[in-house]
């Protein structure tokens, strides 16, 4: 299973862009890119997932180079409600795998 | 259900007892997950269930930890003999084969004094 790396920690400020960069350089032909969200005393959301290039939804845009080596997860316009922990995870989705979940990224926001 | 329901939601046992916890998955996800949280950390995979069969085990730490699916729907982790390095918040995650992400409950935090 590959391996991601993410910075432990972000500030940001409210209305701001914030993008969050994950690398998984041993990522594997079969395997997808998935974010999670995590509030205190909750279990992880879903996000977003994607393969390659582009993917936006209503939350987020998650953007991957040619290589897949890393990815970046976007969130526009962050408020105060946007801090939590986001995880990359990087895994086979093709009939359910072991998902391995970093330590992840805290992001604060601040008024 | 709407939602994957994880029962209790705070447990405090002394050590050395016995508990169970108890998952209900989304209905009709054929994928369920059990993962350990400890404070500061992300979750750490425990076992995976497909249908009624545990697929993937590996994540168990010793065998005082087992889990059980008999119906394809309802999970139990069952934890002998409890330790004071078993309290951590015990996430339960369910999702239809191929689907895009696991729904997660909102976990059962165990406490072993």
């Known amino acids: 299973l590959a391996k991601t790396t993410q910075p432990i920690s972000m500030d940001s400020y409210e209305g701001q862009e914030v993008n969050i960069t994950c690398s998984h350089n041993?990522?594997?032909?079969?395997?997808?890119i998935t974010w999670y969200q995590q509030f205190p005393s909750q279990g992880p959301r879903f996000i977003i997932q994607g393969y390659k290039t582009k993917v936006t939804n209503e939350v987020a845009s998650l953007f991957i180079p040619a290589d897949r080596k890393s990815s970046t997860l976007s969130l526009p316009r962050v408020s105060l409600s946007d801090t939590a922990v986001y995880y990359c995870?990087?895994?086979?989705?093709?009939?359910?795998?072991?998902?391995?979940f970093g330590a992840g990224t805290r992001l604060f926001v601040k008024a | 259900g709407a939602g994957v329901s994880q029962t209790p939601s705070n447990k405090v046992t002394e050590k050395g007892k016995y508990v169970e916890l108890r998952c209900d998955p989304i209905?009709?996800?054929?994928?369920l997950y059990w993962y350990r949280q400890s404070l500061g950390q992300g979750p750490e995979f425990l076992i995976y269930?497909?249908?009624?069969?545990?697929?993937?085990d590996s994540g168990l730490p010793n065998d005082r930890f087992f889990a059980v699916r008999p119906e394809g729907s309802v999970s139990t982790l069952k934890i002998q003999r409890t330790e004071r390095g078993d309290s951590a918040v015990y996430l339960c995650a369910s999702s239809l084969m191929g689907a895009y992400g696991y729904t997660f409950g909102s976990g059962t935090r165990l406490t072993v004094v």
């Open positions: 209905s009709g996800h054929t994928a």
């Open positions: 041993n990522i594997a032909t079969n395997d997808y």
């Open positions: 995870l990087v895994g086979d989705n093709t009939g359910g795998f072991k998902t391995i």
């Open positions: 269930f497909q249908g009624t069969g545990a697929a993937d």
